[in-house]
T-cell receptor, first 114, second 112 residues
């Protein structure tokens, strides 16, 4: 296992279009997190899954955002009707349990909305 | 809510020691993490503190004082490759205790 994988690495889309990102966590990790990071800022929490259950969502996650983790394996994050303010790096992380050994982050998907 | 403060930028010399401070004000606390992030790359885990004291791991050490809401990351024998952003993050015990709140990061520049 080579870590947390995210696809695509880069996405450029026109305002108003829908986009979907995929995250494949480390296989034995039961917890999966989505974060968003803008330039010069730390990552901001979006949502968290334990297995297939979405247990927490940030207020940052508007109705245009939806995340799923079918079968408790990979996860998708969809943004509908994208806005320029959605431009950011979207990071996925996974952990075993509460992650005392650290949360492992993927390399992220950089979204640019034009 | 959580408020995490760390310096925006620091500069240090190769071979030297640098200390990056982090202060936090939180409604709850369940551990503090330090991550390293090179430009355009994923954050990588450096250290975790949940009890007061110093945790040492090679050239990196991290200290925590829960009563003071304070942590620092100590980097020894600095190398050019240590030039990166260093992120302090506090785990929020609410909602299942899994949300990390990050500071804005400290951009460290190591010079010759």
């Amino acid at each position: 296992d080579t870590g947390v994988s995210q696809d695509p690495r880069h996405k450029i889309t026109k305002r108003g279009q829908n986009v979907t990102f995929r995250c494949d966590p480390i296989s034995e990790h039961n917890r999966l997190y989505w974060y968003r990071q803008t330039l010069g800022q730390g990552p901001e929490f979006l949502t968290y899954f334990q297995n297939e259950a979405q247990l927490e969502k940030s207020r940052l996650l508007s109705d245009r955002f939806s995340a799923e983790r079918p079968k408790g394996s990979f996860s998708t994050l969809e943004i509908q009707r994208t806005e320029q303010g959605d431009s950011a790096m979207y990071l996925c992380a996974s952990s075993i349990g509460q992650g005392q050994g650290g949360y492992t982050f993927g390399s992220g998907t950089r979204l640019t909305v034009v | 809510g959580q408020n995490i403060d760390q310096p925006t930028e620091m500069t240090a010399t190769e071979g030297a020691i640098v200390q990056i401070n982090c202060t936090y004000q939180t409604s709850g606390f369940n551990g503090l993490f330090w991550y390293q992030q090179h430009a355009g790359e994923a954050p990588t885990f450096l250290s975790y503190n949940v009890l007061d004291g110093l945790e040492e791991k090679g050239r990196f050490s991290s200290f925590l004082s829960r009563s003071k809401g304070y942590s620092y990351l100590l980097l020894k024998e600095l190398q050019m490759k240590d030039s990166a952003s260093y992120l302090c993050a506090v785990r929020d015990p609410t909602g299942g205790g899994n949300k990390l709140t990050f500071g804005t990061g400290t951009q460290l520049k190591v010079e010759l």
